[in-house]
C-alpha cells in the first residue's frame, strides 16, 4: 500500500492569509494525487485532481503543484469558508490511500 | 444533477452484518466505477473499496478483506457493501463515491451513512 503523509496536521491562519499543505507519498504517484475540502458533517468535495487541475466550480485561489512524491496545496487568500479539513488522495495504485487530513482554523 | 444517496446504515452488533445500498442518480451508471469510503467518528478517511463500471472487478482494503463485498446492480443504478463479521472498529459514515476516469478522481459523493458497531 502507498502510504500518505500529510503535513502540518493542524493550521491556525487569519483571513487573508496565503496557506499551504504539503502531502508526500511512500512511492511516486506521477500526479495521480488528488486534493479534498471537507466541511464538518458534510461529504468531501474534490478540490484539485491530478496534482494541479481545478475542479469546476472551485475558487482560483486553490491551486495544486507537484510531482512524483511531493505534493503541494495551496490557498492564496484565505476565505471564511475555507476553514475545513483537507484531504490529499493517492490514484495510482489500489488501495486508493488518503493522508491523515490537515485541519484549517482560524486563528 | 448527479446524485448518489447511502441507505442501510444502523446499529449492529460485533460479529453480525449489515448490507449498505449507494442508490445512484443524474449520470449513466454503467459508466463509472463507484468507489466506498469511511470515516470513523472524529477520524479521517479510509478508503475502502471499489467496484468497475461492469463489475468485472473488485479491490478492498486489507482492513476489510474477506470479510465485505462490493456489488453493483447496474439495472437498477445501484450499489451495495455486504458487511460481515462486524468490529467495534469498523464503527464510521460510509460514503459512496463516482470515480471520474478521466480525472482519476471522486468527482461526486452521497452524504453517508452511519454504521455503529456495539454490544
Known amino acids: 500500500d502507498i502510504q500518505m503523509t500529510q503535513s502540518p496536521s493542524s493550521l491556525s491562519a487569519s483571513i487573508g492569509d496565503r496557506v499551504s499543505i504539503t502531502c508526500r507519498a511512500g512511492q511516486t504517484l506521477r500526479t495521480y494525487l488528488n486534493w479534498y475540502q471537507q466541511q464538518p458533517g458534510k461529504a468531501p468535495k474534490l478540490l484539485i485532481y491530478?496534482?494541479?487541475t481545478l475542479q469546476s466550480g472551485v475558487p482560483s485561489r486553490f491551486s495544486g503543484s507537484g510531482n512524483g512524491t511531493d505534493f503541494t496545496l495551496t490557498i492564496s487568500s484565505l476565505q471564511p469558508e475555507d476553514f475545513a479539513t483537507y484531504y490529499c488522495?493517492?490514484?495510482?495504485?489500489?488501495?486508493?490511500?488518503f493522508g491523515q487530513g490537515t485541519k484549517l482554523e482560524i486563528k | 444533477q448527479v446524485q448518489l444517496v447511502e441507505s442501510g446504515g444502523g446499529v449492529v452488533q460485533p460479529g453480525r452484518s449489515l448490507r449498505l445500498s449507494c442508490a445512484a442518480s443524474?449520470?449513466?451508471?454503467?459508466?463509472?466505477?463507484i468507489h466506498w469510503v469511511r470515516q470513523a467518528p472524529g477520524k479521517g478517511l479510509e478508503w475502502v473499496a471499489v467496484i468497475r463500471y461492469d463489475g468485472s472487478n473488485t479491490y478492498y482494503a486489507e482492513s476489510v478483506k474477506g470479510r465485505f463485498t462490493i456489488s453493483r446492480d447496474n439495472s437498477k443504478n445501484t450499489l451495495h457493501l455486504q458487511m460481515n463479521s462486524l468490529r467495534a472498529e469498523d464503527t464510521a459514515v460510509y460514503y459512496c463515491a463516482r470515480f471520474l476516469t478521466g480525472y482519476s478522481s471522486l468527482d461526486s459523493w452521497g452524504q453517508g451513512t452511519l454504521v455503529t458497531v456495539s454490544s
Open positions: 488522495q493517492q490514484s495510482y495504485s489500489t488501495p486508493y490511500t
Open positions: 491530478i496534482a494541479s
Open positions: 443524474g449520470f449513466t451508471f454503467t459508466n463509472y466505477d
